[in-house]
């Protein structure tokens, strides 16, 4: 499996600067993903225009939902629109849609990730909806300091 910095290279033409920033996130992004409960991924623009993942952690805290590694996968049109617009408009995104082979619809929040000309990249926390355990007080904590650091 290619690493981020290789597909940064390959892919896109992100700056150093740039790049090391995504680097950074990624390096430290396993705390987020524990703080959500959820999948995490990091979709990058390629010199294409299309959407392509260039990392993807799991939560230690919470069941993942994908069995395979995304990493270098395209986005499918409706993730890639969804990606679009919370990179056009700098914005968290938020949708429920079907993805890569699974049967159920997976919800997916979109967060921009600003680079030092503006968004980046697209960091997505991916959750399947379809659970009917409630959520306990520490689990709404931390999704609570989680929807902080993401704004």
Known sequence: MAT??????QHTEISKDDSAHLQQLIGEWGMLADLCFADMILYLKNLEGQWIVGAQVRPATGQTIYRTD????LANPAESGLLNQAMSTG???EAELHKHEM???VHV??????????????????WSSKTSRQPGE????YLSIFQRIAE
């Open 91 to 93: 914005s968290i995104s």
């Open 138 to 141: 520490l689990e709404r904590t």
């Open 103 to 105: 049967f159920d619809s």
């Open 70 to 73: 995304l990493v270098e996968s």
């Open 4 to 9: 981020l910095a290789e597909l940064l290279r």
């Open 109 to 126: 929040l979109a967060i921009p990730v600003r680079g030092a000309d503006g968004p980046i990249a697209v960091l997505t926390r991916e």
